[in-house]
């Protein structure tokens, strides 16, 4: 079946402007996790969704950041007044939840932004 | 606040074994996770361990965790260059929501 897949894979933006990050989950998936990882670095949390349940935005670095979950399927990171140290691989995953205890995440392939 | 560190790059011989180190400070984390990230794609789950396990084997992989030291280790028998990729240790405790990831390490397969 089909995995979690992002778009766009790339993005080139200039400062200051707003971007979209999609993130298309595996169908029946609940739980869906967007996470940034910068170069040589290891990947950050960012927002956390769990089925109909307030999302935990503790990881969201400024309030340029938010990102809504649509129908508790798709999910949309948004980057308002983009700014050059934004520039990282934004990675999506998704779980099925099933096993708290055993949550595996679904990894996407990540959406790769750069900031001029 | 939680933290996990592993040494960044690791480089072996073709036929060899790799050993991936990782080091975590949450003492209540109970389940502790490999995953592998090939150029350009997303993180694969490699395989998991429950703290209440010392060891784990899986093919090639082998899984080690000395709770104590709070110490985990990834060994990789007879590496290949498909081998070749970024491991990332991480740690979930039964309590919380997140995950915490390490660094990685960066896998280099010499021919």
């Known amino acids: 079946g089909a995995g979690v897949s992002q778009s766009p894979s790339n993005k080139v933006t200039e400062k200051g402007k707003d971007v979209e990050l999609r993130c298309d989950p595996i169908?029946?998936?609940?739980?869906l996790y967007w996470y940034r990882q910068s170069l040589g670095q290891g990947l950050e949390f960012l927002i956390y969704?769990?089925?109909?349940?307030?999302?935990?935005k503790s990881g969201l670095p400024s309030d340029r950041f938010s990102a809504e979950r649509t129908g508790g399927s798709v999910s949309t990171l948004t980057i308002q007044r983009t700014q050059q140290e934004d520039s990282a691989v934004y990675l999506c995953?998704?779980?099925?939840?099933?096993?708290?205890?055993?949550?595996?995440?679904?990894f996407g392939p990540g959406t790769r932004l750069l900031v001029l | 606040g939680e933290d996990v560190e592993q040494s960044l790059f690791l480089s072996v011989r073709e036929g060899d074994s790799s050993v991936i180190n990782c080091t975590y400070t949450?003492?209540?984390?109970?389940?502790l996770y490999w995953y592998k990230q090939e150029p350009g794609a997303g993180l694969q789950l490699l395989t998991y361990i429950f703290s209440n396990m010392d060891m784990k084997q899986d093919q090639r992989l082998t899984v080690l965790l000395n709770k104590k030291d709070k110490h985990l280790s990834l060994r990789i028998a007879d590496t290949q260059t498909g081998d070749s990729a970024i491991y990332f240790c991480?740690?979930?405790?039964?309590?919380?929501?997140?995950?915490?990831f390490g660094p990685g390490t960066r896998l280099s397969v010499l021919p």
């Open positions: 995953a998704s779980s099925p939840a099933l096993d708290r205890a055993l949550e595996t995440q679904y």
């Open positions: 991480a740690e979930k405790d039964n309590y919380g929501q997140n995950f915490v």
């Open positions: 169908s029946g998936h609940t739980a």
């Open positions: 969704f769990q089925g109909n349940s307030a999302p935990d």
């Open positions: 949450d003492s209540s984390s109970t389940y």
